[in-house]
């Protein structure tokens, strides 16, 4: 991408992804010709629920769904996150008060979870390894017979590490609990099939596949019972009450059919360029680590740390020279505390602040990873000339 001549290479795809032309076309109808409400009897309301129903079936043929009224709409992962956590506890709050999670979720997640705490329920955050792994063995620990529902991310976006679902699944379920996973920044990046990989629940975004903001949705098994969050006309089966977000919806559907095409191809190709961005910064910069697990990464994530330096320092340089990435998780930025996910791997808080992480996505080639290779040892060296944490053999 150039604007006014600059090179601009945008690799912050975990934050936020360009719609693909393709669902912005199917959308373009609904906003002034296909604009009935799904609820109204006439033709116009019955042709937008048709089209809801399509993106119903579309989103449950990716994740292979037994079903397409297995899929809740919802605003978005953080919606479909609290839906799925608040509830389930609170539908079997007689039968147990315990919810475990691990310790490198989503804040959505964690706060879901917080927020159960203040009204009486248990929450125990799972230890992972030093790549994020889970630790099985303390999972299961963890899970007693107060404990109905169990919450784990599929892959965490920030540090790339893909969890053993199907493990984590036999565990939950022979300790007899529910298995919600955040599935964010898996589906659509990695095959997803909750049928085969045991998921009860699982969160799904529709802009991590190229779909609009905004919107996202909740897998919610045939057989299970949840209460609403929501309370008003009884849209989404009851559980979601409001006007469907139509265009929105519309998009998502053609966002996952997409998705379903061409993620094999387009998964394989990231991995190329993933892992020569990864090579190519850790070889020639001494002192510097690959976050999460080197194999099971999501494709599109280089997550690296540089010690004695910080992250954001790093950004404006490279912000600077056109290229835009991430220090973290893009909701944690804000805080410019060291992310949570990070520290629970075991990291120092002065190793976690230097960390850079370079989300890559469907326009990205190989010449824009040459090109960040090229630009990042300078910057580095510059920034670790000017830091009173370098020791000083390696200062230039
Ligand atoms: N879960 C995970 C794993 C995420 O990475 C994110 C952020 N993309 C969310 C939930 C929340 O997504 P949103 O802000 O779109 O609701």
Redesign the pocket.
């Known amino acids: 991408m150039t604007t006014n001549n600059i090179r601009q290479i945008y690799v912050d795809h975990?934050?936020g992804k360009p719609v693909d032309s393709r669902v912005v076309a199917v959308m373009l109808p609904y906003f002034k010709v296909l604009y009935g409400n799904p609820s109204s009897f006439h033709r116009f309301g019955q042709e937008a629920k048709q089209a809801l129903d399509n993106s119903r079936e579309d989103i449950s043929k990716l994740i292979n769904a037994e079903k397409p009224e297995t899929i809740i709409f919802t605003?978005?992962?953080?919606?479909s996150?609290n839906l799925a956590i608040k509830g389930m506890a609170i539908r079997n709050r007689q039968k147990g008060t315990k919810i475990v999670t691990s310790a490198i979720?989503?804040m959505?997640?964690v706060n879901s979870c917080k927020s159960l705490v203040r009204q009486g329920f248990q929450t125990t955050f799972s230890p992972v390894d030093s790549y994020g792994l889970l630790d099985l063995v303390k999972l299961e620990e963890n899970i007693d017979e107060q404990t109905k529902l169990v919450s784990v991310?599929y892959a965490?976006?920030?540090i790339g590490t893909i969890q053993p679902i199907n493990e984590i699944s036999e565990i939950v379920h022979k300790k007899g609990a529910y298995l919600h996973v955040?599935a964010?920044?898996a589906c659509g990046q990695i095959p997803v099939d909750v049928n085969k990989d045991g998921i009860d629940l699982m969160?799904i975004?529709c802009?991590?596949m190229y779909g609009p903001?905004g919107v996202?949705a909740l897998y919610l098994k045939d057989s299970l019972r949840i209460d609403p969050l929501l309370h008003g006309g009884g849209q989404e089966r009851g559980l979601r009450s409001g006007t469907e977000n139509v265009s929105s919806i519309i998009g998502f559907g053609k966002a996952a059919e997409i998705t379903r095409l061409e993620m094999r191809s387009e998964s394989k190709r990231l991995v190329k360029i993933r892992d020569s961005l990864i090579q190519g910064l850790i070889d020639p910069i001494s002192y510097t680590f690959l976050n999460g697990h080197p194999k099971k990464r999501l494709p599109d994530n280089v997550s690296v740390r540089f010690n004695f330096i910080e992250g954001e320092s790093i950004l404006l340089s490279l912000a600077l020279s056109g290229v835009f990435a991430s220090s973290g998780?893009?909701?944690a930025a804000k805080t410019l505390q060291p992310s949570h996910v990070l520290l629970a791997m075991g990291l120092k808080h002065e190793e976690a602040h230097g960390s850079l992480m370079i989300t890559l996505g469907r326009q990205n080639t190989q010449k824009d990873a040459d090109y960040i290779k090229e630009l990042i040892p300078g910057i580095i060296d510059r920034l670790r000339n000017m830091s009173p944490l370098t020791p000083k053999e390696l200062k230039k």
Not at 75 to 79: L, N
């Open positions: 975990s934050a605003s978005g992962a953080t919606e996150n979720e989503h959505s997640v991310v965490n976006g920030e955040d964010t920044a969160t975004s802009n991590d903001k996202g998780s893009a909701c």
